[in-house]
């Protein structure tokens, strides 16, 4: 099981069908494990993250906070309560409760590249990447710690150091997709067209690169411009590059 427990046979079933993605049958599982066992803090908080993973934010948060009553399962349940305020976007609360969940677990890789990407979604990039260097020196094998990390400094305005960060995960057989959209991102931003091209063409169609193409072009456009205007590259809010990026035009 996820949690720290070896569970019930339903409960184990339950949480394989998470892990392979099929959230409403494995919610349906979860809240099947937990009628017949009440007490169960696996079940509970495989039907919190289940719940989290349909989107149904509201329910999630109230299942989470119902868990973190009990002790033993308060750790799990406040990492899912700062995930739910990530994603809504209360970037305080989330910073809060990362910050509390690190000092609490310091070497936990998925605190870390929490409490980072809400440090970039605040421009608090040189924080961010703080958090995930420290990280990394720990757990050098987690790709999430570093496509964040490369992305961080091309938030930044540090498009070519990012670049170097992203071109030891984006080469990689089983590299996430992400990397390979950031790398892009970064390739744009420096003005390499033809670069940007070839990886983006693994993952979309063409039609969606040239989209991407032309927002990367636009977003260069508009960094030139806030330089000209005397706009700084060390760790403030530049805003012709945001969080936003990430997700691109496809």
């Known amino acids: 099981m996820q949690h720290g427990t070896d569970g019930t046979s339903d409960e184990r079933l339950a949480d394989s069908v998470l892990q392979a993605g099929d959230v409403e049958l494995a ?15 696996d079940a509970q908080l495989g039907l919190a993250d289940s719940i989290y ?26 990492l899912g309560l700062a995930r739910i305020a990530l994603r809504q976007r209360r970037l305080d ?7 509390g969940l690190l000092a609490a677990q310091p070497d936990n890789p998925v605190i870390s590249e929490g409490l980072g990407t809400v440090l970039d979604l605040q421009d608090r990039h040189s924080e961010a ?3 995930y260097r420290k990280a ?8 999430g710690l570093r496509v964040n990390l490369g992305l961080s400094l091309i938030l930044q ?46 993952d979309l169609p063409p039609s969606s ?12 456009g508009r ?17 012709a590059v945001s969080p936003g990026a990430k997700a691109s035009p496809q």
């Open 27 to 41: 919610a349906t599982l979860f809240e099947k494990a937990l009628k017949s066992n009440p007490n169960s803090l």
């Open 223 to 239: 960094l030139d411009e806030y330089r000209a205007a005397g706009g700084r590259a060390d760790g403030t809010a530049t805003p």
């Open 136 to 143: 990394l020196a720990v757990h050098p094998e987690v790709e």
């Open 93 to 99: 609360d989330a910073a809060a409760l990362y910050r």
């Open 157 to 202: 305005d540090k498009p070519r150091e990012g670049a170097n960060v992203l071109l030891d995960v984006a080469g990689l057989p089983d590299a996430p997709s992400q990397a390979r959209q950031d790398l892009a991102l970064a390739y744009g931003l420096l003005g390499n067209a033809d670069a940007a091209k070839r990886i983006l063409l693994v």
């Open 53 to 78: 993973e349909t989107g149904d934010l509201e329910r999630a948060r109230a299942l989470y906070q119902l868990a973190a009553l009990q002790l033993a399962a308060r750790p799990a349940a406040q």
């Open 129 to 131: 990447q703080d958090v």
């Open 209 to 220: 690169v040239d989209d991407n193409l032309r927002f990367y072009q636009s977003l260069r």
